[in-house]
């Protein structure tokens, strides 16, 4: 079967964007730093296995890699796409991670408020640019997040990303909340 891979950049020169005409996680999300920790997924742990390549983040039809900034990406793209090809027919989309991200129908009170919040207006451009953030806790008016795939060492992520992230919440949520990274 001929796999059709486009590669798009994303606002982190460290991470590129696989979009793949199949489906690579056909629910939530999955990101990987350590072989070890990919499991059932050999198409992770193959991609892990690049030098350079420091993080592999899963989600519906893309795969967002992140390299340690000392790499050239046109070697590592071209492995990459390779792997991914000569991998893509044996992958399951429906495979299971250690620690799955719950769905905000799945999850009540505020953290549900909020999850619904982001789900429709912060998660489409990270996902976009290939990376999402996972809510780490909400311990009263402070809410801990984590960013995955491209955004995990963006600098805009950081600061700019994090400050719309609190104001969209404060409209929408709560005026005193505070958002930060965990």
């Given at each position: 079967?001929?796999?059709?891979?486009?590669?798009?950049?994303?606002?982190?020169?460290?991470?590129?964007?696989?979009?793949?005409?199949?489906?690579?996680?056909?629910?939530?999300?999955?990101?990987?730093?350590?072989?070890s920790d990919t499991g059932k997924?050999?198409?992770?742990?193959?991609?892990?296995?690049?030098?350079?390549?420091?993080?592999?983040?899963?989600?519906?039809?893309?795969?967002?890699?992140?390299?340690?900034?000392?790499?050239?990406?046109?070697?590592?793209?071209?492995?990459?796409?390779?792997?991914?090809?000569?991998?893509?027919?044996?992958?399951?989309?429906?495979?299971?991670?250690?620690?799955?991200?719950?769905?905000?129908?799945?999850i009540g009170g505020d953290l549900?408020?909020?999850?619904?919040?982001?789900?429709?207006?912060?998660?489409?451009?990270?996902?976009?640019?290939?990376?999402?953030?996972?809510?780490?806790?909400?311990?009263?008016?402070?809410l801990t997040i984590s960013y995955?795939?491209?955004?995990?060492?963006?600098?805009?992520?950081?600061?700019?990303?994090?400050?719309?992230?609190?104001?969209?919440?404060?409209?929408?949520?709560?005026?005193?909340?505070?958002?930060?990274?965990?």
């Open positions: 079967m001929q796999h059709k891979i486009t590669v798009q950049p994303t606002p982190n020169p460290n991470a590129l964007k696989f979009v793949l005409s199949e489906i690579v996680k056909s629910k939530d999300s999955a990101v990987y730093s350590r072989g997924n050999p198409l992770a742990a193959a991609i892990l296995a690049v030098p350079h390549v420091q993080e592999v983040y899963f989600a519906n039809r893309f795969i967002t890699v992140t390299q340690d900034g000392s790499a050239d990406w046109d070697m590592l793209e071209a492995t990459i796409q390779k792997i991914i090809t000569t991998n893509i027919d044996a992958h399951d989309p429906d495979f299971d991670t250690s620690s799955p991200v719950k769905s905000a129908s799945s549900g408020k909020i999850e619904m919040i982001l789900n429709s207006t912060i998660r489409p451009s990270l996902q976009h640019d290939g990376g999402d953030l996972q809510v780490v806790s909400l311990k009263g008016k402070v995955q795939g491209a955004c995990g060492c963006c600098p805009h992520a950081a600061m700019g990303t994090l400050y719309a992230i609190q104001n969209v919440l404060r409209d929408q949520y709560d005026p005193e909340i505070i958002v930060e990274m965990g």
